[in-house]
């Protein structure tokens, strides 16, 4: 069963910073990509970044140049660099894997529980 838990949200100014991580377990593939979703309320899930197997990463146009994604050697956890947020970015974070990289969500099979950001003007 795979597992994915998602840390490091919190409560920030605008301009500030944060740094996601999300932690997989249960399956042995490296070939799995992974990606970030948000969900702000009253909103639908978006996709915010993502990552393949392989380092190709893509951004949606309302945080490129301001995150960035990454994963770490043995490919089981995954994070998040926010840098310059904005109140707009305020949502629950998500982090999804499945076999193909992109920022759709019907891309990606399993995913965590989430964790909150906030982002105060």
């Known amino acids: 069963q795979v597992q994915l838990v998602e840390s490091g949200g919190g409560s920030v100014q605008a301009g500030g910073s944060l740094r996601l991580s999300c932690a997989a377990s249960?399956?042995?593939?490296?070939?799995?990509?992974m990606g970030w979703f948000r969900q702000a309320p009253g909103e639908e899930r978006e996709g915010v970044a993502a990552?393949?197997?392989?380092?190709?990463?893509s951004y949606a146009d309302s945080v490129q140049g301001r995150f960035s994604i990454s994963r770490d050697g043995a490919k089981k956890t995954m994070f998040l660099q926010m840098n310059s947020l904005k109140p707009e970015d305020s949502a629950m974070y998500y982090c999804?894997?499945?076999?193909?990289?992109?920022?759709?969500?019907?891309?990606?099979?399993?995913w965590g529980q989430g964790t909150q950001v906030t982002v105060s003007s």
């Open positions: 999804a894997a499945g076999l193909y990289e992109g920022l759709g969500e019907n891309l990606y099979d399993y």
């Open positions: 990552i393949d197997s392989d380092g190709s990463t």
């Open positions: 249960g399956y042995t593939s490296s070939s799995y990509c």
